[in-house]
């Protein structure tokens, strides 16, 4: 029988996560989402055809999955809460939330329980995410593959085994769509500099973007092959590119992520 799947909290990762799952296969009959009032769940209801619930303890009842996706700052009460429901099923726990540790949430649940902590990305929203994933010693090899698929469903998923890499991840793509969103501003500025309508350097840039990543995922060769084989002697994209390299930007880079790293470690 497929797993039941319940999402506590009913907001945009909860409803891009749900939505991925559909369109990968999963039936709506066993996705459920909660939130405290129906005006949140009758537009998910009715868009993607799922069950949902205003009592969490009543969802986390027939759950074999519960995902943890409301604020951070109210997860510690809506944890505690429930904690009883979830004691008496002890479904798979996936947290999406942005810095709460595996062991405090277990602890908020009553402790003991199998319980993947995921970082992932707002790309997810357009099905396009990238997200690292931590199980802690009591998750199973089927629950393991069952928070891949959920992940899956809205982009990438790569395994860490030591949950403090998952700091690393924000560094690397948790928090990057922002290093991206930044470096198009600049282009799109740069460009308008050179005497392009802003609209179409917006787009050039952000085209050029997709198109490199798609280009580097599809390839077997590294990023510094593919950057080589665009570069000809003497031509105009060496020039840009010692620029870059002259001013620094793998410092500037490793600068900002190990910042980035540190951040999230004191939030954790
Ligand atoms: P959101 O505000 O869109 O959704 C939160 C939902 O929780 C709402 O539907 C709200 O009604 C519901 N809620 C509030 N109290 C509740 C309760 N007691 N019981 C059940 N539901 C309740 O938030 P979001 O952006 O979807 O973020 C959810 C989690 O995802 C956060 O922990 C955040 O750290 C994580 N996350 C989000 C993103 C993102 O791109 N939005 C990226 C990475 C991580």
């Given at each position: 029988?497929?797993?039941?799947v319940t999402f506590i909290g009913a907001g945009n990762m909860a409803g891009a996560i749900i939505g991925?799952m559909i369109?990968?296969?999963?039936?709506p009959d066993?996705i459920t989402a909660t939130a405290p009032s129906d005006d949140f769940l009758a537009p998910l209801r009715e868009r993607l055809g799922i069950r949902t619930d205003t009592d969490n303890d009543a969802a986390v009842?027939q759950s074999?999955?519960v995902v943890?996706a409301v604020?951070?700052?109210?997860?510690?009460?809506v944890?505690?809460?429930?904690?009883?429901?979830?004691?008496?099923?002890?479904?798979?726990?996936?947290?999406?939330?942005?810095?709460?540790?595996?062991?405090?949430?277990?602890?908020?649940?009553?402790?003991?329980?199998?319980?993947?902590?995921?970082?992932?990305?707002?790309?997810?929203?357009?099905?396009?995410?990238?997200?690292?994933?931590?199980?802690?010693?009591?998750?199973?090899?089927?629950?393991?593959?069952?928070?891949?698929?959920?992940?899956?469903?809205?982009?990438?998923?790569?395994?860490?085994?030591?949950?403090?890499?998952?700091?690393?991840?924000?560094?690397?793509?948790?928090?990057?769509?922002?290093?991206?969103?930044?470096?198009?501003?600049?282009?799109?500025?740069?460009?308008?500099?050179?005497?392009?309508?802003?609209?179409?350097?917006?787009?050039?840039?952000?085209?050029?973007?997709?198109?490199?990543?798609?280009?580097?995922?599809?390839?077997?060769?590294?990023?510094?092959?593919?950057?080589?084989?665009?570069?000809?002697?003497?031509?105009?994209?060496?020039?840009?590119?010692?620029?870059?390299?002259?001013?620094?930007?793998?410092?500037?880079?490793?600068?900002?992520?190990?910042?980035?790293?540190?951040?999230?470690?004191?939030?954790?």
């Amino acid at each position: 029988m497929a797993s039941k799947v319940t999402f506590i909290g009913a907001g945009n990762m909860a409803g891009a996560i749900i939505g991925g799952m559909i369109e990968s296969g999963f039936s709506p009959d066993d996705i459920t989402a909660t939130a405290p009032s129906d005006d949140f769940l009758a537009p998910l209801r009715e868009r993607l055809g799922i069950r949902t619930d205003t009592d969490n303890d009543a969802a986390v009842a027939q759950s074999d999955v519960v995902v943890l996706a409301v604020k951070p700052q109210i997860m510690r009460e809506v944890c505690e809460k429930m904690r009883d429901a979830v004691q008496a099923r002890r479904p798979l726990i996936v947290s999406v939330a942005a810095g709460l540790p595996a062991e405090t949430l277990e602890h908020w649940l009553g402790g003991n329980l199998p319980l993947v902590r995921c970082m992932p990305n707002t790309p997810a929203l357009v099905g396009a995410g990238a997200a690292g994933l931590f199980a802690n010693d009591k998750v199973d090899e089927a629950q393991r593959r069952l928070a891949t698929e959920l992940m899956e469903s809205v982009g990438l998923v790569e395994w860490v085994e030591d949950e403090a890499l998952l700091d690393a991840v924000t560094a690397v793509s948790g928090s990057a769509p922002a290093y991206f969103f930044l470096m198009f501003e600049a282009m799109e500025q740069a460009g308008v500099k050179l005497g392009l309508p802003s609209d179409t350097a917006r787009r050039l840039a952000m085209q050029t973007a997709l198109g490199a990543a798609k280009m580097a995922l599809s390839s077997d060769k590294p990023p510094a092959e593919l950057k080589r084989n665009v570069m000809s002697p003497g031509g105009t994209t060496e020039r840009a590119i010692e620029h870059l390299e002259d001013a620094g930007l793998r410092r500037i880079m490793a600068e900002a992520m190990t910042a980035c790293a540190d951040r999230a470690g004191e939030m954790a």
